[in-house]
């Protein structure tokens, strides 16, 4: 059974921080492109924002929300994908859903980050 299971979301202020993890098993971790998507209060699943991608290969391609700001990183010893959310701003409010992407495509819960004063 694959799960992916994200955590680490919570409240912050503005410019504040927050780190995202996903534990991923049930999969060949290494085999997977791992990635972050989020999706606002509104909006339908299929209107998720892609975030950030680390390829197989330690490619990092990050969006255009996440340039300068975020980080996404990958630990195939511990199955695990991060990311690094700094400077955050109130729209950058969304519930955070950690996939992984292969010729099959696995999705977590999600997790919740709201920054607001």
């Known amino acids: 059974q694959v799960q992916l299971v994200e955590s680490g979301g919570g409240l912050v202020q503005p410019g504040g921080s927050l780190r995202l993890s996903c534990v991923a098993s049930?999969?060949?971790?290494?085999?997977?492109?791992m990635c972050w998507y989020r999706q606002t209060p509104g909006n339908e699943r299929d209107d998720r924002e892609w975030?950030?991608?680390?390829?197989?290969?330690?490619?990092?391609i990050l969006g255009d929300s996440a340039k300068g700001r975020f980080t996404i990183s990958r630990d195939n010893s511990k199955n695990t994908v991060a990311l690094q959310m700094n400077n955050l701003r109130p729209e950058d409010t969304a519930v955070y859903y950690c996939?992984?992407?292969?010729?099959?495509?696995?999705w977590g819960q999600g997790t919740q980050v709201t920054v607001s004063s």
């Open positions: 996939g992984a992407r292969d010729v099959t495509a696995y």
């Open positions: 975030v950030a991608s680390i390829c197989r290969d330690g490619t990092v």
């Open positions: 049930g999969i060949t971790f290494e085999r997977y492109t």
